[in-house]
């Protein structure tokens, strides 16, 4: 496992009320299938995920970074549960059932994954939610895993999927897992030297990757410095509260071209509206430097396989204090393309690939004193998926939606999390229980796309 994903562990163990599984609900059209017919389905597809069917390991003494290992009592129908929504099966109840299983964290003895087949959807519909914990992927790549347990057409996958022959390993002792990692550490100075043995025989490459370094890791440790107080951090309990928005991606397209915007752009200007809504609404001014957001970038270069986390990150201030739509846009286009010149990402990136080169034991240490630290700087997160932009089927039901989750952890109450689908737009709200007020977050960010889009009222919140 590498320190990065490890860290997703680190990060749930620091923090008892925190799980750190990621999320999709998948919403389909049609009937829905059976339990025993879900489990027929996934029995052809499971094998061909490798990390679905194997467990974690964690090395005595933290001497190494937690490892994959087959789980030899692996059974399929222990990761599938079966309920149904209470009528009249809307948002508001697909939303309650999503907050309780997130706040739940999946258990360490087994892989760690587990589908929930709802039925009891209004019109007609059911919903598969797909829980994985972060250790195992990303926002990307677990949005790629739709591609093996759904179909891309109605009649199926097409050609025979292949399942791969599979017996499952050993489990190695703790003394073998011992042994291993003591091997790795001796063995780790000569893989700093080949490190710097690679930069030197490629300079140029080098020269970028340290300015990079350099550059970067300034502003991300600048990023880092606490802002303003707001009401918007603070301790969390273990209950969660979970929410939609839906959009149109023609709508964002529409503002992209007329403001020379990104789809990321105009997105996290709703969003800004949104906090910019809430804030007013709890009685605090909106300050420049109150709403530093996260913001996760893929590095997941062509041809890695699905697998753990390629991430880096990026962490603008969202220009809340700013009232007008267009310009709160602009602004929001301007710090994002700031961050970017600051080279965030590409230091993230090279300290993440760095981190493979340090002693384990020190990496853990770093991370869960990190996560035990009073951190106000980083006031919620904002991660942008791209979904399959095919229609999708499940055994000939249709795939109607893709709603996301995210999880969150240190001080912040709120997390947000994009996704888009075959022209739709949806964005999943986590919060807090204590966040009993997420309605004027969403209605905010769903009544700003119309408005930058120029179809809709001119209905932000002003001070």
């Known amino acids: 496992m590498t320190p990065l994903d490890a860290a997703f562990l680190e990060l749930e163990d620091a923090e008892p009320e925190v799980s750190m599984a990621i999320a999709s609900v998948a919403v389909f059209a049609g009937p829905p299938p059976g339990f025993d017919a879900v489990a027929e389905h996934l029995a052809g597809r499971v094998p061909l995920i490798r990390r679905y069917r194997q467990k974690v390991r964690r090395v005595p003494l933290d001497l190494g970074p937690p490892v994959w290992v087959d789980d030899p009592a692996f059974d399929l129908r222990r990761h599938l549960v079966h309920v149904a929504l209470p009528a009249p099966g809307g948002d508001a109840e697909l939303g309650d059932l999503v907050a309780r299983v997130m706040a739940t964290r999946l258990d360490r003895d087994r892989p760690l994954w587990r589908y929930w087949v709802v039925d009891g959807l209004a019109e007609e519909r059911w919903a598969l939610i797909s829980q994985v914990h972060h250790c195992m992927v990303d926002g990307v790549s677990g949005t790629d895993l739709y591609g093996i347990v759904l179909d891309p057409g109605p009649d199926g996958p097409g050609p025979a999927?292949?399942?791969?022959?599979?017996?499952?390993?050993?489990?190695?002792?703790?003394?073998a897992l011992v042994a291993r990692a003591a091997r790795d550490l001796v063995a780790m100075p000569v893989g700093i030297a080949r490190g710097v043995g690679t930069l030197l025989a490629r300079p140029r490459e080098g020269g970028r990757r340290v300015a990079a370094l350099v550059r970067g890791g300034g502003a991300l440790v600048a990023g880092l410095r606490p802002g303003g107080t707001s009401s918007l951090t603070g301790p969390r309990h273990r209950p969660r509260r979970y929410a939609v928005v839906r959009g149109r991606l023609d709508d964002v397209r529409a503002v992209r071209r007329r403001y020379g915007a990104t789809v990321n752009d105009v997105v996290l200007s709703a969003v800004t509206a949104g906090f910019r809504a809430l804030l007013l609404a709890r009685g605090e001014e909106p300050a420049p430097d109150l709403v530093r957001t996260l913001v996760p970038v893929s590095v997941r270069a062509p041809g890695d396989g699905p697998d753990g986390n390629r991430v880096s990150l990026l962490l603008p201030r969202l220009p809340?204090?700013?009232a007008d739509p267009g310009e709160r846009l602009a602004a929001t286009v301007a710090e994002l393309t700031a961050c970017k010149a600051s080279h965030e990402a590409e230091a993230g990136a090279v300290l993440a690939e760095a981190a493979r080169l340090e002693p384990y034991p020190l990496v853990a240490r770093t991370v869960r004193w990190a996560s035990r630290t009073d951190q106000r700087a980083v006031v919620t997160v904002a991660t942008d998926v791209p979904g399959p932009?095919?229609?999708?089927?499940?055994?000939g039901?249709?795939?109607?939606?893709?709603?996301?989750?995210?999880?969150?952890?240190?001080?912040?109450?709120?997390?947000?999390?994009?996704?888009?689908?075959?022209?739709?737009?949806?964005?999943?709200l986590t919060a807090d229980e204590s966040v009993d007020d997420l309605d004027v977050l969403r209605e905010a960010i769903a009544a700003e796309l119309p408005v930058l889009a120029g179809t809709g009222p001119v209905s932000a919140p002003r001070s």
């Open 161 to 175: 999927l292949p399942t791969p022959d599979h017996s499952p390993g050993v489990e190695p002792s703790s003394a």
């Open 320 to 322: 809340v204090h700013v």
């Open 389 to 395: 932009r095919q229609t999708l089927y499940y055994d």
């Open 397 to 428: 039901r249709e795939l109607l939606e893709l709603l996301p989750y995210v999880p969150i952890g240190s001080t912040a109450q709120i997390g947000i999390s994009i996704m888009t689908y075959r022209g739709a737009l949806a964005l999943g």
